[in-house]
């Protein structure tokens, strides 16, 4: 079993910065993916960016024009998304997840790949 844990939302206004973590724990040495994804009202979950564990090899969304950066300590199991320039199109609720499998091409885009989540943290962006 694994846990993860985000924290670091909050309400911010347009070109705004936050930096979202997400701590592992439990069998925290079995995954081998992370990823965060996002969900505003009333649409789909969408996946912001993956990182695989031990290959710095981060996979982001091409609609985010480079303005998030995410960051693996796997020293203290924690997972970062850096968001900078934030639009109000940005706002939803995040979530960190994690896998066990390795799943190539745009797998890593698919929620159905990854079995353990956090509950998730708000971000508001308010122009």
């Known amino acids: 079993q694994v846990q993860l844990a985000e924290s670091g939302g909050g309400s911010v206004q347009t070109g705004g910065s936050l930096t979202l973590s997400c701590a592992a724990s439990?069998?925290?040495?079995?995954?081998?993916?992370m990823a965060w994804f996002r969900q505003a009202p009333g649409a789909e979950r969408e996946a912001v960016v993956a990182?695989?564990?031990?290959?710095?090899?981060?996979h982001y969304a091409d609609t985010l024009q480079r303005r998030f950066t995410i960051f693996l300590d796997n020293a203290k199991k924690t997972l970062y998304l850096q968001m900078n320039s934030l639009k109000p199109e940005d706002t939803a609720m995040y979530y960190c997840?994690?896998?066990?499998?390795?799943?190539?091409?745009?797998?890593?885009?698919?929620?159905?790949?990854?079995?353990?989540w956090g509950q998730g943290t708000q971000v508001t962006v308010s122009s």
């Open positions: 439990g069998d925290a040495n079995s995954i081998v993916i």
């Open positions: 990182i695989y564990v031990d290959a710095d090899s981060p």
């Open positions: 997840a994690a896998a066990r499998d390795w799943y190539g091409g745009l797998w890593w885009m698919n929620s159905a790949i990854y079995k353990y």
